[in-house]
């Protein structure tokens, strides 16, 4: 629940205070997507038939996010060119819809989940555009940091290590597909990510989103690894 309230604070943070900036309309929406896959898991685990439906409709729309996170990149790096953009967002619709006509992932038991989003043959084609996705989008800005002058690369490198922290965090919702037996420990961390991602773009456009950014970070931090200590505390007992 805590990734969805951070990375629906920072989509309203970037809305209201970093609209004219390059790339934030799509990384609101990037925000607020990464809200909507977290919640999908949420319901995958927690609901009733119904609402387990709705979760992984809303997990199967992650090609949509990646969308995002592409535009975004692009916008950022100052290359947007349309075409372009309407391509990217028409490929993950069409994938999105593919994962929802199907509908990818099955919902099996596992561990000590009532319930678990597992990666079957149409789930694996919908998340691995997802990651082609990503990885276009953390080719590009590092393709445009290595040519950009200080100050907008060290906004670039921040947006790189956010991200890669935020894909290391969701890898525990795949650990079930791949045979990994053992609690998604890496999803407690997931909650830093918007913060720091958004820290990482608009530190040096305004100082009181800076100050903002770093005391929500310090909390979220400590709260993470006060989850995580509780966590191990009980798989140990």
């Given at each position: 629940?805590?990734?969805?309230?951070?990375?629906?604070?920072?989509a309203?943070?970037?809305?209201f205070?970093?609209?004219?900036?390059?790339?934030?309309?799509?990384?609101?929406?990037?925000?607020i997507?990464?809200?909507f896959?977290?919640?999908?898991?949420?319901?995958?685990?927690?609901?009733?038939?119904?609402?387990?439906?709705?979760?992984?409709?809303?997990?199967?729309?992650?090609p949509?996010?990646?969308?995002?996170?592409?535009?975004?990149?692009?916008?950022f790096?100052?290359?947007g060119?349309?075409?372009?953009?309407y391509?990217?967002y028409?490929?993950?619709?069409?994938?999105?819809?593919?994962g929802?006509?199907?509908?990818?992932?099955e919902l099996?038991?596992?561990l000590?989940?009532?319930?678990?989003?597992?990666?079957?043959?149409?789930?694996?084609?919908?998340?691995?555009i997802?990651?082609?996705?990503?990885?276009?989008?953390?080719?590009?800005?590092?393709?445009?940091?290595?040519?950009?002058?200080?100050?907008?690369?060290?906004?670039?490198?921040?947006?790189?290590?956010?991200?890669?922290?935020?894909?290391?965090?969701?890898?525990?919702f795949?650990?079930?597909?791949?045979?990994?037996?053992?609690f998604?420990?890496?999803?407690?961390?997931?909650?830093?990510?918007?913060?720091?991602?958004?820290?990482?773009?608009?530190?040096y456009?305004?100082?009181?989103?800076?100050?903002?950014?770093?005391?929500?970070?310090?909390?979220?931090?400590?709260?993470?690894?006060?989850?995580?200590?509780?966590?191990l505390?009980?798989?140990?007992?």
């Open positions: 629940f805590a990734t969805v309230f951070t990375s629906i604070g920072m309203g943070l970037i809305w205070r970093g609209e004219k900036k390059a790339g934030a309309v799509p990384l609101t929406l990037f925000s997507a990464v809200a896959w977290v919640a999908g898991q949420i319901l995958v685990t927690t609901g009733d038939a119904l609402e387990r439906e709705a979760g992984r409709a809303l997990v199967n729309l992650s949509l996010a990646g969308a995002f996170f592409v535009h975004f990149a692009l916008s790096t100052g290359w060119r349309r075409e372009f953009i391509a990217n028409a490929a993950a619709s069409g994938a999105a819809v593919f929802g006509l199907y509908p990818a992932g099996m038991p596992w000590s989940f009532p319930r678990f989003y597992w990666f079957d043959e149409s789930a694996i084609w919908v998340g691995g997802t990651l082609a996705y990503g990885l276009f989008g953390l080719f590009w800005l590092i393709r445009a940091g290595l040519k950009s002058e200080e100050r907008r690369r060290r906004q670039i490198k921040a947006a790189v290590l956010s991200a890669v922290w935020g894909s290391i965090s969701a890898s525990g795949v650990f079930g597909s791949v045979g990994i037996e053992l998604p420990y890496p999803v407690l961390f997931l909650p830093v990510y918007p913060v720091l991602l958004v820290y990482g773009v608009l530190r456009e305004f100082m009181d989103v800076n100050l903002w950014a770093r005391k929500s970070l310090a909390w979220l931090i400590v709260f993470t690894l006060s989850i995580l200590a509780v966590s505390v009980v798989a140990a007992l």
